[in-house]
């Protein structure tokens, strides 16, 4: 560990870890408070230890933030954990990620550790830092997306793996990444009275700044008409079954015109194959990538999604109005075959959101495109909900995570 009289300064060091799962969003969420700690402590230093592939979001970190890449291992649904990029095996690869993450941290010795959603990361990997932070004083933090997976399978995984023990001995802190109102997470993940009292409910994470540029702009830009549908799956690499019914139901909503954003992680063959439905259609314009896609949802007559957490949180700082049709395949599947392990965590996250009247839900067993024309139509039929700016929606969770970690970090047990 780095001795106190080798340390440059006495600003706080703050350390995140993030799981490398499938996708781009733990690591966006994460580097959305990465560039809010140093808008507030531009002199603290940030180390940012993740596995994750998707490293070019990574280079636009703040100056006083740096990362580490350990070897990768990206968790699916088709196969548990995808072969290691190594080549080696899994149990080792575990280990050699264990021990790197272990040695940096400690070395490091952050005054502040936050671990993003997996308590323990992947494989137990995060046990042995967890332990070695406890003598030198690290406060260990939780941040939990408002959904973590259905709560009850949450509830099973958690008494399975031990996690109620973890999250008792070793965390000090647990932020919810969401709304009371929205999920009660002690409640629903039957967390003991002495882990619930270290929650803290911070709102939803997500940029939230004016649009650098008017919808009026981007409207003209993109050369649609309106109504416009935005049709968006994160990543991409799960998104196929959705952009597909969004092209073929499209022609049973003639009036509208869809801008269909496929992620940068969709196999080739699959955006070329929306790329077909797509040819010989005007009103249709499909794009791999939009780099400021919250201004574009507030420019869109609709939104169409899956519902991760970025994607919802993204739909809720916007204001517009959204239709989700949750995935519950998982990538490399399609949607409507029998699963034995469903992928449930958007499914509930978009009941739940429906329920307040914050989006449209679509059950993803009815997806198809006559099913999926209807319900366009009537969500373009819908006023607006009242969110960003309303008292409904708090999107202001960068500040109150940012405000959590530093008040921890100055030693303020009760933040």
């Known amino acids: 560990m780095t001795p106190p009289e080798a340390r440059a300064s006495e600003h706080p060091r703050i350390a995140i870890f993030t799981h490398d799962a499938y996708g781009l969003g733990h690591v966006r969420r994460c580097v959305h408070l990465v560039h809010g700690l140093a808008a507030r402590a531009p002199q603290a230093p940030i180390l940012f230890i993740t596995g994750a592939p998707a490293v070019e979001m990574l280079r636009s970190l703040p100056p006083n933030a740096d990362y580490v890449k350990i070897p990768t291992i990206v968790t699916s649904g088709v196969?548990?954990?995808?072969?290691?990029?190594?080549?080696?095996?899994?149990?080792?690869?575990?280990?050699?990620?264990?021990?790197?993450?272990?040695?940096?941290?400690?070395?490091?010795?952050?005054?502040?550790?936050?671990?993003?959603?997996?308590?323990?990361?992947?494989?137990?990997?995060?046990?042995?830092?967890?332990?070695?932070?406890?003598?030198?004083?690290?406060?260990?933090?939780?941040?939990?997306?408002?959904?973590?997976?259905?709560?009850?399978?949450?509830?099973?995984?958690?008494?399975?793996?031990?996690?109620?023990?973890?999250?008792?001995?070793?965390?000090?802190?647990?932020?919810?990444?969401?709304?009371?109102?929205?999920?009660?997470?002690?409640?629903?993940?039957?967390?003991?009275?002495?882990?619930?009292?270290?929650?803290?409910?911070?709102?939803?994470?997500?940029?939230?700044?004016?649009?650098?540029r008017a919808p009026e702009e981007l409207r003209a830009e993109i050369g649609l008409p309106s109504p416009l549908l935005l049709a968006t799956v994160g990543g991409g690499g799960d998104g196929f079954p959705l952009l597909s019914s969004v092209l073929e139901a499209l022609p049973r909503v003639p009036q509208a015109s869809a801008l269909v954003v496929t992620g940068e992680f969709m196999p080739p063959a699959e955006r070329e194959k929306l790329r077909a439905l797509a040819a010989g259609r005007p009103r249709v314009v499909v794009r791999d990538y939009l780099p400021d896609l919250p201004a574009y949802m507030g420019a869109a007559d609709l939104v169409i999604a899956m519902g991760g957490y970025n994607t919802a949180a993204e739909i809720l700082a916007s204001g517009c109005r959204a239709l989700l049709v949750p995935r519950t395949w998982r990538p490399g599947e399609q949607a409507g075959r029998a699963r034995s392990r469903m992928d449930g965590e958007q499914l509930v996250r978009a009941q739940l959101l429906s329920a307040l009247g914050l989006a449209e839900l679509l059950p993803p067993d009815q997806l198809g495109p006559e099913a999926l024309a209807e319900r366009i139509g009537a969500a373009l039929e819908r006023p607006r909900p009242v969110t960003n700016g309303g008292a409904r929606v708090n999107v202001q969770g960068i500040e109150s995570v940012v405000d959590h970690l530093l008040a921890l970090a100055r030693g303020e047990e009760n933040a």
């Open 79 to 212: 196969q548990g954990a995808m072969p290691p990029v190594l080549g080696i095996g899994l149990a080792e690869l575990s280990l050699l990620r264990s021990r790197t993450i272990r040695e940096l941290v400690r070395s490091f010795a952050p005054d502040v550790f936050l671990v993003d959603n997996f308590p323990l990361g992947s494989r137990l990997e995060l046990l042995p830092t967890l332990k070695a932070l406890r003598p030198l004083g690290t406060r260990i933090v939780l941040g939990l997306r408002d959904v973590a997976d259905p709560p009850e399978r949450v509830r099973a995984d958690w008494a399975r793996d031990g996690i109620y023990h973890v999250l008792e001995r070793y965390y000090d802190r647990i932020l919810i990444y969401g709304m009371r109102e929205v999920l009660d997470a002690a409640e629903a993940y039957a967390l003991p009275p002495a882990v619930a009292a270290k929650v803290r409910y911070c709102g939803y994470v997500t940029a939230c700044d004016a649009p650098a």
